[in-house]
Structures are given as C-alpha cells and as structure tokens.
C-alpha cells in the first residue's frame, strides 16, 4: 500500500512543510493538518504548497523508460496518448541524443505498474518496445535556451487525461492491448463505414465492427492484430467527428470473432 509523505509545521525558512508527524502540525494548523491529509490521500505526488495550493513533486516510482521506439513515428503525444491508456500522464521526454528512448512520467506509481505491466515489450509502428522503472523521479523540463526539439512536453493540464475524475469508470475498464478496440462519443451522424475507414488510414484492416445494441454512441471495432489496434488507438484517440464529439478509444474486453 503505498504511504503519503507526512507533514510536520509549516517552516518560513524552509518555505513549506517539514516532514515529520501529522499530529504535531494539527496542534498548530487544524484546518491546514486536514487539507494536507485529505490531499495526501488523494494522490501522493500532490503536496500542499505554503500558500495553499497543490503543487506537484516528485514521487518515487513514477517515471518509466522506454527505449527501442520508432524514432520516425513516435512522439511526445503519441506515448502520452499511449500510456494514458493506463494513467495519467504527467510528462513526456523523448531524449534529444537517443532518439530511440523516452521517460515518461505517469500521475502515481499504481498507474506507473499498470502501464508498465500492459506496454512492455509491445509492438509499436513496428518495433517491440521496452517498458522498464527509470532511476528518475520526475521528468525535468528543458532549461532556457537548452536545445530540445519540442521532444520534452508537459500534459498536466491536458483536458484528455483518463482518470483525474474520482470514480471514473474508466478504472473499472483497463484492459490489456488486443486487436478489439472499444469506442464512445459517436455521433449519431456517424456511419458504420465512415468509422472503418477512419481507422483503416491509420494503417491496418478492420476485420470486424460492431454498434452496441443498448448504446449507438459505443461500437467495438476489430482490427487484423494487437499492434495494428495499437497503433489505430494512436492515431484515432480525440479525432474530431463533429463540433462537440471527440472519438474516445481504448482497448476492449473481447474480441467481436
């Protein structure tokens, strides 16, 4: 079971908390004691800052590396697309002098295992990647002036993270990478058709597509394998399907045949 960092008082010198017990500080601050508990709870990368607010910090076991990726397809936003499947991602930083390499920070650490656990050795734009803990506990980004390339962005405030809301459903429906793809947000505008050639751009065979009876707004969608849907779910996450409706896809349950 992962455990919140503890908080003593707070330190004008040290501007912020010192660690130490979660009862000497409620004996000065009740009410800050309580928010600080309540936020280290929630997430034990967040942290209450001097004046009040959440600030994200390092935490242990959030960064992942991950290396053998297809310098000419890969992105930030395609592992963030990627790995958000599994977590919230943070951060992304492909690294300028090996191309091939990519940290990529994930909200908390449980979210850091699932993605971990589900991604590694998985074919990507055809390469098997490699997915494995890094010694960093943050992704940094580039200082001024230092060249980057754009291979460094931050996604905090990303309006696509999966499960910043509390009782998501989308942390009932995590699955591993298959050829079936789940999808939501359709239109009703949408056609059968119209969706199989959306992902048959991105580069594969729909083999099988299916609207769900009691939802049309839902349909699985079977691609020819595991990394033709990978690289669908890539590609297609967020397209653009009318003015309020955004394509949302995961990775299904089962297989339509």
């Given amino acids: 079971m992962l455990q919140a960092n503890p908080f003593t008082a707070f330190s004008p010198s040290l501007g912020g908390f010192v660690p130490g017990s979660l009862n000497s500080l409620a004996g000065a601050?009740?009410?800050?004691?309580?928010?600080?508990?309540?936020?280290?709870?929630?997430?034990?990368?967040?942290?209450?800052?001097?004046?009040?607010?959440?600030?994200?910090?390092?935490?242990?076991?959030?960064?992942l590396l991950v290396s053998n990726l297809n310098t000419e397809k890969v992105t930030p936003e395609a592992l963030f697309t990627l790995f958000g499947v599994y977590g919230d991602?943070?951060?992304?930083?492909?690294?300028?002098?090996?191309?091939?390499?990519?940290?990529?920070?994930?909200?908390?650490?449980?979210?850091?295992?699932?993605?971990?656990?589900?991604?590694?050795?998985?074919?990507?734009?055809?390469?098997?990647?490699?997915?494995?803990?890094?010694?960093?506990?943050?992704?940094?980004?580039?200082?001024?002036?230092?060249?980057d390339s754009g291979l460094t962005k931050d996604f905090t405030d990303s309006p696509l993270h999966r499960f910043k809301k509390p009782g998501s459903k989308n942390f009932q429906n995590i699955y591993p990478p298959c050829s079936t793809l789940?999808?939501?947000?359709?239109?009703?505008?949408?056609?059968e058709e119209q969706l199989k050639e959306i992902f048959e751009q991105a580069g594969g065979i729909v083999k099988a597509?299916?609207?769900?009876?009691?939802?049309?707004?839902?349909?699985?969608?079977?691609?020819?394998?595991?990394?033709?849907?990978?690289?669908?779910?890539?590609?297609?996450?967020?397209?653009?399907?009318?003015?309020?409706?955004?394509?949302?896809?995961?990775?299904?349950k089962n297989n339509i045949v």
């Fill in 29 to 63: 601050f009740p009410l800050v004691a309580a928010q600080a508990a309540a936020q280290a709870a929630a997430n034990p990368s967040v942290r209450l800052s001097s004046a009040g607010l959440q600030t994200m910090t390092s935490s242990p076991g959030c960064v």
């Fill in 89 to 147: 991602v943070v951060r992304v930083k492909i690294l300028y002098a090996k191309q091939d390499n990519a940290l990529v920070q994930m909200a908390e650490p449980g979210q850091t295992q699932t993605a971990l656990t589900h991604l590694n050795n998985l074919k990507v734009y055809g390469k098997q990647i490699r997915v494995t803990p890094s010694k960093h506990n943050l992704v940094q980004m580039p200082k001024e002036g230092q060249e």
């Fill in 182 to 191: 789940h999808l939501s947000n359709i239109p009703p505008s949408a056609a």
């Fill in 209 to 252: 597509f299916k609207f769900f009876q009691s939802d049309r707004k839902m349909a699985l969608l079977q691609m020819g394998s595991a990394e033709e849907a990978t690289v669908a779910l890539v590609e297609c996450h967020n397209y653009k399907l009318g003015e309020s409706h955004h394509l949302r896809v995961s990775f299904a």
